[in-house]
């Protein structure tokens, strides 16, 4: 079984049902303490707190997403959002061009990212900054901006 918080969204912003980070950590250490408790195998999915800066495999490009639209997407959270809420996160469409091409404009769109978040870190992160999926969410403009914790 695995745990995962609702990714932030502006609808879901728009409804206060996001979670502060105090609450995501406090969320994430009861799913700890679950998992010692059961037999059941318990886990967290993307979106609490990470140690590591590029915790997922879509940024590591061991994981690629094509959504329903046949973009090729950096993961699969993102491409869950409204086609309105920005397109930061989407490499090419296949159906108008080669996966060779989307592919390579997607390995070097992980670049730039991923030395844009070490040069963020390096600067110093928030307390939200921690959250990967969050963080990723904001920089593709899939949040509709910072939200308030």
């Known amino acids: 079984m ?10 879901s912003r728009q ?12 969320a994430a250490a009861n799913i700890r303490a679950l998992a010692g408790r059961f037999a059941l195998a318990i886990g967290m999915a993307p979106g609490f707190a990470a140690d590591e800066l590029f915790p997922c495999d879509p940024l590591a490009m061991r994981e690629m ?3 329903c639209r046949g973009s090729l997407t950096k993961c ?15 490499a090419g469409r296949l159906g108008e061009e080669s996966f060779a091409a989307a592919f ?3 390995r070097a769109a992980n670049e730039a990212f991923r030395a844009a978040k070490i ?7 928030s307390d939200l900054d921690d959250f990967p999926c969050w963080y ?13 914790d």
């Open 2 to 11: 695995r745990f995962g918080p609702l990714m932030i969204t502006p609808e």
């Open 15 to 26: 409804h206060g049902l996001d979670l502060s980070p105090e609450q995501l950590r406090e």
């Open 65 to 67: 997403n094509v959504d």
């Open 76 to 90: 699969c959270h993102l491409s869950g959002h409204p086609e309105e809420s920005g397109a930061g996160d989407r």
């Open 104 to 106: 390579e404009r997607l």
């Open 119 to 125: 040069r963020h870190q390096a600067a110093g992160f």
């Open 136 to 148: 990723c969410a904001v920089a593709h403009g899939k949040a509709g901006g910072r939200p308030s």
